[in-house]
C-alpha cells in the first residue's frame, strides 16, 4: 500500500466509475460593479421565475421517487428486492458468498474495535514496540499480506462450496485466505503462515471459524499492534439479512497480551460491484516517502 492509498479515507477510497473534481474558480471571473449591476437587472426577473416553475417539478418528482430509510433516493425496486433475508445455499446453510465492504476499525487501529471503555490488554513490550513503529517498516507496505484479522481498504470477496470458504481480497497482493469446512482438525504442528490454518464449524447460522499456525511477521493494524506465532484467533460470521455481514473476532496470544480481547466488526454487501486488479509487488519504491507514524491509531505524535 502506498502513502496515497493511506491517505484515502474509506468513503471515497474507491470512484470505480469515476470521479472528477473541477478545481475551486475554474470557471469563476471577475466582473466591474457596474457589469454586476446590468446583469442583475436583465437576467434577475426570468431567473426567478424559472427557479419557481423548476422547484415546483421538482416537488412532484421527488415525491414519486421511493426512498432508503436513510433518505437515500432509490434509482429502482432492485436494491429492496435484495435488501432481504440471507439467502441460504442447497443445504439449507447461510450463504456468504458475495463482495463486501472493509471496515475501517480492522485497518488502522484495532483499539477502535473494542467495545466502548475497553483497551487492548498488551504486554509492555508489545505496548513498547507499537509504539517504536514506524509506517515504512509496515510489511503491508512492502507489499505482504496483511494476516489475520487485518484488513485492506478495498473491497473483498467471499466464495462459498460446501467444502471450503475462501476470501478473495482485491489489495495487497491479490491473496487469498482458505477456511476448511469439511469437518478436519488442525494439524499437530502446522507449518507458520501469514493466513493461518483455518477450520470451520456452524452453530445454528453463525459459522465460527478457528485458526491457528500463523507467523509472526504481519502487523495487526497500521498502529503496529505485534502478536507471536502462539496466535490463536476464533471468529463468529452472521449475516443477519441480504446486505449486511457482522463478525465478533477473538484474539488470544499470550505472548503478546495478557488476556484474550475481542473485536466487533461488520461489512455491507456491494451491489453491482467486481473486484478490481490491483499489482503490488516486493521492492515497494514508495517506501522512501512514508515519513513517521499514521496518524490514524493513538500512538501518533505521543
Known sequence: MTPADM????????????LVQVPEGRHSYARSTTEEAALSKRFTDPIV????????????????????????????GTEKARAGPAPRTAEGKVDFSGIWSADRN??????????????????PWAEKLA????????PEAQC?????????????RI????????????????SYRQIFLDGRKHPEDPNPTWYGHSIGRWEGDTLVVDSVGFNDRFWFDFA???????????????????????????????????????????????????????????NNKDLLHIVGKDPRNRYFKK
Open 224 to 282: 503496529g499492534h505485534p502478536h507471536t506465532e502462539r496466535l490463536h484467533i476464533i471468529e463468529r460470521y452472521r449475516r443477519r439479512d441480504f446486505d449486511h455481514l457482522d463478525y465478533e473476532t477473538t484474539i488470544e496470544d499470550p505472548g503478546a497480551y495478557t488476556k484474550p480481547f475481542t473485536m466487533y466488526g461488520y461489512s455491507t454487501y456491494q451491489h453491482g460491484e467486481e473486484l478490481m486488479e490491483y499489482i503490488c509487488n516486493e
Open 131 to 138: 509504539r517504536e513503529r514506524m509506517s515504512k517498516d509496515d
Open 144 to 156: 505482504l499480506p496483511t494476516g489475520v484479522p487485518r484488513q485492506a481498504p478495498y473491497p473483498w
Open 7 to 18: 491517505e484515502l479515507d474509506l468513503a471515497t477510497t474507491r470512484s470505480r466509475k469515476g
Open 159 to 174: 466464495l462459498q462450496t460446501g467444502m471450503h470458504m475462501f476470501f478473495l481480497f482485491e489489495g495487497n497482493i491479490h
Open 106 to 123: 480492522f485497518i488502522y487501529d484495532i483499539h477502535d474495535a473494542l467495545k466502548e471503555g475497553e483497551e487492548l490488554p498488551l504486554q
Open 49 to 76: 421565475a424559472s427557479i419557481a416553475v423548476t422547484g415546483i417539478a421538482l416537488v412532484a418528482c421527488l415525491a414519486a421517487v421511493p426512498q432508503e430509510d436513510d433518505g437515500r433516493t432509490r434509482a429502482n
